[in-house]
Antibody
């Protein structure tokens, strides 16, 4: 059974950094990439970035200077780190598996999300 | 950046009605790279339709998708109460990957 589960700090002070872990089960990170997507309260979805099976990454250029995605295959964990947080970074943060369908890739399985509030 | 604009933002339908929502792209998107996600209130998004017209596992056959180039649509042949949700289109053609603003479907 494919599962992804995010864990994060809940509350982060402005200007501080955010670290979130996505722990996966039911598949290997050496076979599937993992995306990060966030959703501010009451708003739409924003793609943050992706780590591929080999460890290479692609980022949303609007956030690239503040973002870092890494992973530990042996622990089945993917990590998101974001620096210099602002109140606009308050959101639900999701990780999602990347699945190649033969003609395209899509996000076929999502975690439950972890809520992050940026506030002093 | 490829901007996806969904319309309408909110729609209301009675059970049994046929509904169609659209997704327009600011530049052409290959049909293979246009997907739809369903998100119910308080839940995570679910892949619903991939590559324009392929239903994800478990998606009822009353759903269908179509389109090409810059115009795509999701249709529900006969809406049911369980279809109440927000539907997002997403393009995987160019970076950054982008989502539309969503269409919220309410059931009367």
């Amino acid at each position: 059974q494919v599962q992804l589960k995010e864990s994060g700090p809940g509350l982060v002070a402005p200007s501080q950094s955010l670290s979130i872990t996505c722990t996966v089960s039911g598949f290997s990170l050496t076979s599937y990439g993992v995306h990060w997507v966030r959703q501010p309260p009451g708003k739409g979805l924003e793609w943050l970035g992706l780590i591929w099976t080999g460890g290479s990454t692609d980022y949303n250029s609007a956030l690239m200077s503040r973002l870092s995605i890494s992973k530990d295959n042996s622990k089945s964990q993917v990590f998101l780190k974001m620096n210099s947080l602002e109140t606009d970074d308050t959101a639900m943060y999701y990780c999602a598996r990347d699945l190649y369908y033969g003609s395209s890739n899509a996000m076929d399985c999502w975690g439950q999300g972890t809520s992050v509030t940026v506030s002093s | 950046e490829t901007v996806l604009t969904q319309s309408p933002a909110i729609m209301s339908a009675s059970p049994g009605e046929k509904v169609t929502m659209t997704c327009r792209a600011s530049s052409s998107v290959s049909s293979s790279y246009l997907h739809w996600y369903q998100q119910k209130s308080g839940a995570s998004p679910k892949l619903w339709i991939y590559s324009t017209s392929n239903l994800a596992s478990g998606v009822p056959a009353r759903f269908s998708g179509s389109g090409s180039g810059t115009s795509y649509s999701l249709t529900i042949r006969s809406v049911e109460a369980e279809d109440a949700a927000t539907y997002y289109c997403q393009q995987y053609s160019t970076y950054p990957l982008t989502f539309g603003g969503g269409t919220k479907l309410e059931i009367k």
